[in-house]
Nanobody, 119 residues
Framework: QVQLVESGGGTVQVGGSLLLSCEVSGTVLDMPAMSWYRQPPGKQRELVATVDRDDATTYADFAKGRFTVAKDVDGDKNGIVLQMTGLRSEDTGVYYC???????????WGQGTQVTVSS
């Protein structure tokens, strides 16, 4: 099937930046879009941003103007990235990438990468 692996998380100070990557492997049959989600401590998982196969993007209100989602065109990674700038303490959480494959009829998740923004 499909495996997603996130990387790039870490600890940064308020106002800092991070670049998250999601590498895709396995057999992707029909995955028209991929997304980033996050789960802040003690809260539910929430959608951050989505990019589709035509490079159209959508963002949660809290991400607009600060985060940029794109397909990862570096080599054969075949995934997505999330550039985060102007980080705030409330951006702390575990960040996951996600994709639904219509032919597998399954939604795939990575294991997550921890982002901690310290003041």
């Amino acid at each position: 099937q499909v495996q997603l692996v996130e990387s790039g998380g870490g600890t940064v100070q308020v106002g800092g930046s991070l670049l998250l990557s999601c590498e895709v492997s396995g057999t992707v049959l029909d995955m028209p879009a991929m997304s980033w989600y996050r789960q802040p401590p003690g809260k539910q998982r929430e959608l951050v941003a989505t990019v589709d196969r035509d490079d159209a993007t959508t963002y949660a209100d809290f991400a607009k103007g600060r985060f940029t989602v794109a397909k990862d065109v570096d080599g054969d990674k075949n995934g997505i990235v999330l550039q985060m700038t102007g980080l705030r303490s409330e951006d702390t959480g575990v960040y996951y990438c996600n994709g639904h494959d219509r032919q597998w009829a399954e939604t795939f998740w990575g294991q997550g990468t921890q982002v901690t923004v310290s003041s």
